[in-house]
Each structure stands twice: as structure tokens, then as C-alpha cells.
């Protein structure tokens, strides 16, 4: 199907470990975009990318590690996860940064 | 600073109009006000934005103030789907960076 999807939905994983939550969009746009979502709180950019192979920091980018070898695809990764990076990530497309459309989120549990 | 400033709440009645404010007084010439909704346990979806002139779609209207410094988003015929959670953002440098603040609840009585 079209659209935005993530990848796993949920995931528990234990601090130190690495992590990888993953992103892919079937509508080739240019931008894509990593958010979390804490309780109480609205949504901070991580790191976002205008196109392929070009990422930049977003408001909260400590503890994440972006590529974008290819355009449909945008994977988060945190080195060495720790509690405080126990949120609801999200991922979202834009093909002119000025509607994004986002996917269902990870919800990703440290313990 | 890019914060946006929103009642944390509202309610209305359902198949009445709902006028959602948000301040931005410090907004620059070239930035658009965007809104963003969020249903609960899904992600964010767009709703509408603009930059000086009033705006249309499907979804809402939006109203710009002349000095810019406030909109308001309406909604013209709330229905119980409209029942979330009402982003009102102004880019940090840049449009493709948004900052989402905490938004305003809006609860549809029926």
C-alpha cells in the first residue's frame, strides 16, 4: 500500500543496546523527518533530511544517528539506548516541507 | 523563538463552528503558520496552512490577522472525529522544521 509505514510498532529494548526503528514512504518526496512524543509533551524534531544522502539536526538530536542512502527510506538509530529515550518516535514524508504526513509511530519502551 | 502560544483546552458543541486562536507575535515575514492535528493514538495529520491571507480546504479555514501576529483555525461544522488535539506551529528555520508545542485538547460535546 501507499504511504508512510514504521517499523517494529512496539519495541522494549534494555539500556546499552542498540536500536534501529525504521521508516519507508512509497511517495518519493524529498523530505523526511524523525519526531518523539513524550507524555505531556508535543512534538520534538530529531533529525530530518531535505533528500537523499543530506541530514541535519533537528531540536533533540543527542543519542540518534540518521542515514538516508536511498529517498523512500529513513532509519533512526540510537547507539546505546537509555531510559530517557523511552517515548513514541514518529516519522514523516513531505514533498515541500510544507505538509508533512507522518506514519503510526513507534512506541519504544527502555528498561 | 518559535513558540506559538494556545489555550490548553476547549470545548463545543458538535455541529457548531469552533474557533481554535493561537499568538505568534514574533513570527517573521517569511515564515507560514501551519496547524497540525492529532487524533488520539495516531500520529499528527495536517490540517491547513498560510501565510498572510485567509485560507480554505476541506478541512478548515484560516484565519491570518493583518500584523500577523495571531490566526485563528475554524472549523466550520465540528463533528465527535474533530475531537483532538490542535497543533498551532511556526517554523525554526527554516519551513521544513517544525516546532510543535503542546496544543490545544478540543473535546466535541455531543
Known amino acids: 500500500d501507499a504511504g508512510i509505514t514504521q517499523s517494529p510498532r512496539y519495541k522494549i529494548t534494555e539500556t546499552g543496546r542498540q536500536v534501529t526503528l525504521m521508516c519507508h514512504q512509497t511517495w518519493s518526496h524529498s523530505y523526511m523527518f524523525w519526531y518523539r512524543q513524550d507524555l505531556g509533551h508535543g512534538l520534538r524534531l530529531i533529525y530530518y533530511?531535505?533528500?537523499?544522502?543530506?541530514?541535519d539536526k533537528g531540536e533533540v538530536p543527542d543519542g540518534y544517528v540518521v542515514s538516508r542512502s536511498k529517498t523512500e527510506n529513513f532509519p533512526l538509530t540510537l547507539e546505546s539506548a537509555t531510559r530517557s529515550q523511552t517515548s513514541v518516535y514518529f516519522c514523516?514524508?513531505?514533498?515541500?516541507?510544507?505538509?508533512?504526513?507522518f506514519g503510526p509511530g513507534t512506541r519504544l519502551t527502555v528498561t | 523563538d518559535a513558540k506559538t502560544t494556545q489555550p490548553n483546552s476547549m470545548e463545543s458543541n458538535e455541529e457548531e463552528p469552533v474557533h481554535l486562536p493561537c499568538n505568534h507575535s514574533?513570527?517573521?515575514?517569511?515564515?507560514?503558520i501551519h496547524w497540525y492535528r492529532q487524533l488520539p493514538s495516531q500520529g499528527p495529520e495536517y490540517v491547513i496552512h498560510?501565510?498572510?491571507s485567509n485560507v480554505n480546504n476541506r478541512m478548515a479555514s484560516l484565519a491570518i490577522a493583518e500584523d500577523r501576529k495571531s490566526s485563528t483555525l475554524i472549523l466550520h461544522r465540528a463533528t465527535l472525529r474533530d475531537a483532538a488535539v490542535y497543533y498551532c506551529i511556526r517554523p525554526n528555520f527554516g519551513n521544513e522544521k517544525l516546532t510543535f508545542g503542546t496544543g490545544t485538547r478540543l473535546t466535541i460535546i455531543p
Open positions: 514523516a514524508s513531505s514533498g515541500t516541507a510544507y505538509e508533512q504526513y
Open positions: 498560510g501565510l498572510t
Open positions: 514574533t513570527i517573521s515575514g517569511t515564515d507560514y
Open positions: 533530511s531535505a533528500a537523499a544522502d543530506i541530514t
